[in-house]
């Protein structure tokens, strides 16, 4: 079923999400002068906190997917329709696109030094392998989507807890992967600054690794935990 009121959320949450976070990693990365632990634990509750904010707004209204890697299992497990799922993808990555601008707008020198926030590839810590960039973000992709089925779409999860316990997954995933991958696991997340910066390198990684380890949680968390529960409901 179209659901446009679903879209404009899914794109209004992304944006919160790709203004809130590149945003920090802004201001704090030109406070601290680089990237040190106070600087990766602010961008980490920033993003953390924003999606935990973004899914008790949104969460009634689209589920709160804000996310490629999260709508394309929600896709393969049809717990949504093949033509919303294209419409959600299509507003987040809007929602990322105008985030990124208005970040541009509002601080183009401070914000081009970062590239407006996008992942910049695996970094020195991994000896730049493209091999190990790819795993972190595909294992800590599985987790994400493992938690969001989990909390959110299982029958018998603890009601309101969802949007704290995936924004606190999120938060978790960047304070120990920023800097290591720069922590996107998400196609939207990474694909907004990107446009808007121009830097491409290592994007397809951001979008394959993603996807894959989503598809894989996705179908694990359905097929042995959230269908037995909807049959016993």
């Known amino acids: 079923m179209v659901n446009p009121r679903a879209y404009l959320a899914e794109a209004i949450a992304t944006y919160g999400l790709v203004f809130f976070g590149p945003l920090s990693v ?29 899914i008790y707004a949104f969460g009634h209204v689209s589920g709160a997917h804000i996310n490629p890697a999260v709508t394309i299992p929600m896709m393969i497990t049809r717990k949504i329709g093949i033509v919303d799922g294209i419409g959600y993808i299509i507003s987040q990555l809007i929602g990322a696109v105008a ?10 020198d401070l914000g081009a030094k970062v590239f407006f926030g996008v992942q910049r590839g695996p970094s020195d810590l991994l000896n730049k392998s493209v091999e190990s960039g790819f795993a972190i973000e595909a294992v800590l992709t599985f987790f994400l989507v493992l938690v969001i089925f989990m909390t959110a779409v299982h029958k018998k999860a603890s009601p309101g807890w969802h949007g704290f316990t995936i924004g606190g997954m999120i938060f978790l995933i ?27 390198e290592f994007h397809w990684m951001y979008w394959a690794a993603p996807i894959l380890g989503g598809i894989i949680a996705g179908l694990i968390m359905n097929y042995v935990y959230v269908n037995k529960a909807e049959k016993e409901a």
């Open 26 to 54: 802004i201001v704090v990365i030109s406070f601290e002068g680089g990237l040190t632990t106070l600087a990766v634990l602010f961008i980490a509750l920033a993003h953390g906190g924003a999606i935990a904010l973004m």
């Open 99 to 108: 985030a990124a601008a208005t970040l541009k707008a509002i601080l183009p």
């Open 174 to 200: 960047h304070l120990v992967a920023i800097p290591l991958t720069g922590a996107s696991v998400n196609p939207a997340r990474t694909f907004g600054p990107a446009l808007i910066s121009g830097f491409w």
